[in-house]
């Protein structure tokens, strides 16, 4: 029997918003998507500035409801907002990683190195949380 993932709803005004995120990326996303497109992360399937409930998150695995943050200048002075918006895609499942833009350009192998020991250590909890 095959499972269904679950599926978690968003507010479609967010779409025209996500498209001009991807069209204006960061240095850092850029980078960073590099290593994730095309199933090239251990063949998990990422988005982009992905619209998930009344939010956008930088990148997002619906397989692992993993969301992958790049923290750069743009979050200075909204750490309260991150930290609730954080808190209520927890409560749907979703879980987080966060890297600092700097990390991101300085030691993008590390990055991706620290989100493909999360996978193997946590992937297979995903499917758990289909049932």
């Known amino acids: ?14 779409t025209k918003l996500a498209r001009t995120l991807r069209n ?3 240095l850092s996303e850029v980078l960073l998507w590099g290593a994730l ?3 090239q992360m251990r063949g998990y399937d990422f988005h982009r500035q992905k619209p998930i409930d ?3 998150v930088d990148f997002y695995c619906p397989d692992l409801f ?7 200048v743009s979050h200075i002075g909204k750490e309260g907002y ?6 209520r895609l927890e409560s749907l499942g979703v879980r987080f990683l966060r890297f600092l833009d700097s990390d991101v350009k300085t030691n993008l192998e590390g990055v ?3 989100i493909g020991e999360w996978i ?12």
């Open 1 to 14: 029997m095959q499972m269904r993932r679950k599926i978690i709803p968003y507010n479609p005004k967010l």
């Open 24 to 26: 204006n990326s960061t």
């Open 37 to 39: 497109k095309g199933k």
């Open 54 to 56: 009344r939010y956008i």
């Open 66 to 72: 993993l969301a992958i943050e790049i923290d750069g």
């Open 82 to 87: 991150d930290e609730k918006r954080q808190r």
């Open 112 to 114: 991706v190195a620290a």
């Open 120 to 131: 193997d250590e946590h992937g297979g909890e995903a499917s758990e949380q289909e049932s």
